[in-house]
């Protein structure tokens, strides 16, 4: 198709996308997108265009529940369809499973839902491979894990792939889906492409989705913000709000001057954990990179594993509740230090990490941390807000943190 007139059916903010579908540069493509940002209709184009020019290509359109196949995602292709003019070329077929086939080869786009993950698994196409593979609506999912086993069943047999996930994301940015795409857009395979209706060419939409949108900007600016802009924001339950994932560099680890490291005892159930982080006081900013994180796990190890991130024997703060621990690690060589407890160190340290500028954690260096401080919430009271202090549950990296960072903190009432 003439790229000028394929640029007119394709919003501007999935042009970049268009291009690296071309080169074969992205597989994974990440479009979380408010109403009306034209995210599902630029998929459907795409999936529709490159089984076209591909003889081997295939696609499979998922959704959690195979009963909304047919009003979104069928639909939504039928429409591409109609829209690139090759309507005539498809076939449609309803019962017994949704199925599109492209008439000249045979080639087709299957639809299925997780809740039959046996039909996911032996999904096989007479021709060809699977190259193409659609999460509508991703947020629905039951998490990253079936995500990736329907990865894992399909993205064979190929030399290119693409798979789209395409969804509103959810208000509280540590939800899954969230935490998954900031994670996963490090991926040199995988490309966030975020959009919303002000990026959509004027007529597309109508007026009366304009006039709805203007009154919920006006009347409900955060609610607007999530419908309509596709954008994550507070709930009120969330500790760090000042919480950012993002890829921590070696250069700039090789430049840290000021790296504090705490220790969290685990036994049992619990994992021990053990972290290193950058304290940037003018900046009012700390960088967590480093984590060890296990359960069950020998002092020898434990050990020998912070001797090889502290070479040079910087001190350890550790939990002082656990003083035999502490003294097997002495007796190896380690500068523990023991964190001061008390009434109201809980409460302190947290409410110190959350005064930062920023907490910046490296999410595949230290992925439970990551996801530690990413779900850290308040806990509800029944009645629309919170109770009082912090949850004691899944906080072993922060309690870590808190004893790294011990030293840096300032009596209460004293700032940064």
Known sequence: MNEHLLSTLIAPAFHPMHQALLDGSITHFWLPGGRGSGKSSAVSIEILLGIMHDPSA???????????????????????????GVRDLWDARAS?????SYRPTGQ????????????LRSVKTEHGYVRYIWFEEADEFSGEEELRSVNQSLLRGGSQFAVFY???????????????MDRERLREDAAVFPSDYTGMPSGWLGDAFLAEAERLRQTNPLAYAHEYLGQ????????????????????????????????????GAD?????????????????????????????????????GQNPHGDPVMADSAEPRSNDELRARGIRILPAKKGPGSIQHGISWLQNLEELVIDPDRCPNAAREFSEYTLEEDGCGGFLGGFPDRNNHCIDALRYACEREMRPPGVGF
Not at 96 to 100: A, D, M, S, T
Not at 276 to 305: G, N, S, T
């Open 108 to 119: 087709k786009i299957l639809f299925r839902g997780m809740d039959s993950p046996r039909k």
């Open 166 to 180: 395409t969804f509103n994301p959810p208000k509280g940015r540590g939800a899954w889906i969230n935490r998954l």
């Open 96 to 100: 017994p499973q949704l199925i599109l």
């Open 58 to 84: 295939n696609a499979v359109v998922i959704r959690k529940v195979a009963r909304n196949l047919r009003d979104s995602v069928f639909e939504q292709l039928l429409w591409a369809a109609d829209t690139l």
């Open 271 to 307: 994992p021990f954990v053990f972290l290193a982080a950058e304290v940037q006081h003018k900046k009012k900013r700390v960088l967590l990179f480093h984590e060890f994180y296990r359960f069950q796990v020998p002092f020898d190890d434990i050990a020998a594993w912070i001797c």
């Open 232 to 267: 994550c924001i507070q709930t009120g339950a969330e500790v760090f709000p000042n919480l950012k994932l993002r890829t921590i560099s070696d250069d700039e680890i090789h430049n840290f001057s000021c790296i504090r490291r705490g220790i969290d005892w685990g036994y």
